[in-house]
C-alpha cells in the first residue's frame, strides 16, 4: 500500500537522498521528491496511514530539525 505524504524543511537533495535512504529501511520502500517536496511510503495492506505519518514525521524530525511531514489531503 502507498501512503502519500508531504515533505517540508529540507535544506538540499543531498539530506534528501540520505533520509530517502533512512526511510527505505524503516519502511517497506520509501520515495522522496525533494523538488516536488513528497513522500511515497509503501507499506503492509491496511497499516494505519495516520500513525505511517506519524512514524515518518518522527523519524525526519529526528534527522534534522525543521522537517515535518504529513499526509497529502
Known amino acids: 500500500m502507498k501512503v502519500r505524504c508531504d515533505i ?8 534528501a ?11 517497506n520502500g ?3 521528491n525533494y523538488a ?4 511515497v511510503l509503501d507499506v ?3 497499516e494505519d496511514e495516520d500513525e ?3 512514524r515518518a514525521n518522527e523519524i525526519a524530525a529526528s534527522f534534522e530539525d525543521g522537517i515535518t511531514v504529513a499526509l497529502r489531503d
Not at 8 to 15: E, I, N, R, S
Not at 36 to 39: A, K, T, W
Request: charged share 25%.
Open 52 to 54: 505511517v505519518a506519524s
Open 30 to 32: 520509501a520515495n522522496l
Open 36 to 39: 516536488m517536496g513528497s513522500l
Open 44 to 46: 503492509d495492506e491496511g
Open 8 to 15: 517540508k524543511g529540507l535544506d538540499c537533495a543531498a539530506c
Open 17 to 27: 537522498a540520505k533520509l530517502e535512504g533512512i526511510m527505505q529501511k524503516k519502511f
